[in-house]
C-alpha cells in the first residue's frame, strides 16, 4: 500500500516541479527584454500564473490513482499463474556436440512433399 501512495506523491511533486520551474523561469524571463517573447511563449504553454499548475496536478493525482487501483486489483485476482510469451520460448533445448540446438519433438512438420523434394535434392546431388 505504501507504494501506491509514495507513487501519488512522486507523479503530483514531478509535475507540480517542472511545472512551476517553468513558470519561474519564464517569470524572471520576463523582465528581460531580450527575453521576452519567449517568456511569453512559454506562459502560454504551462500558464500564466501559479494556479495554472492545479489542474495539471489534479490529472496527475488522478492517473496515479487509477494506476494503483489497477495494480490493486490485479493483486487481488491471482488465481491462475500469468505465463509470458518469453518463457515458452525460452525453454531448454537439448544440444548437439557442437553445441548447436537440435529440433525439438514436433517442432517441424514432416509432409510427403519435403521427403520428395529433399530426395530430388539427394538425386541431383548425387548423394
Known amino acids: 500500500m505504501r507504494n501506491r501512495?509514495?507513487?501519488?506523491?512522486?507523479?503530483?511533486?514531478?509535475v507540480g516541479v517542472l511545472q512551476l520551474g517553468a513558470i519561474f523561469v519564464a517569470d524572471a524571463m520576463s523582465h528581460n527584454e531580450d527575453?521576452?517573447?519567449?517568456?511569453?511563449?512559454?506562459?502560454?504553454y504551462v500558464g500564466q500564473d501559479y494556479l495554472a499548475v492545479l489542474p495539471t496536478l489534479a490529472a496527475a493525482a488522478a492517473g496515479a490513482v487509477l494506476a494503483g487501483v489497477m495494480v490493486a486489483l490485479m493483486k487481488l485476482d491471482q488465481s491462475r499463474p500469468v505465463s509470458l510469451p518469453g518463457q515458452s520460448i525460452d525453454m531448454p533445448r537439448a544440444r548437439d556436440r557442437d553445441g548447436?540446438?537440435?529440433?525439438?519433438?514436433g517442432m517441424i512438420e514432416e509432409r510427403p512433399i519435403h521427403e520428395a523434394a529433399e530426395s530430388?535434392?539427394?538425386?541431383?546431388?548425387?548423394?
Open 35 to 44: 527575453y521576452e517573447l519567449l517568456a511569453r511563449t512559454i506562459m502560454d
Open 100 to 105: 548447436k540446438l537440435r529440433r525439438a519433438p
Open 5 to 14: 501512495v509514495l507513487a501519488v506523491v512522486v507523479a503530483m511533486l514531478s
Open 120 to 127: 530430388r535434392i539427394d538425386q541431383i546431388m548425387k548423394l
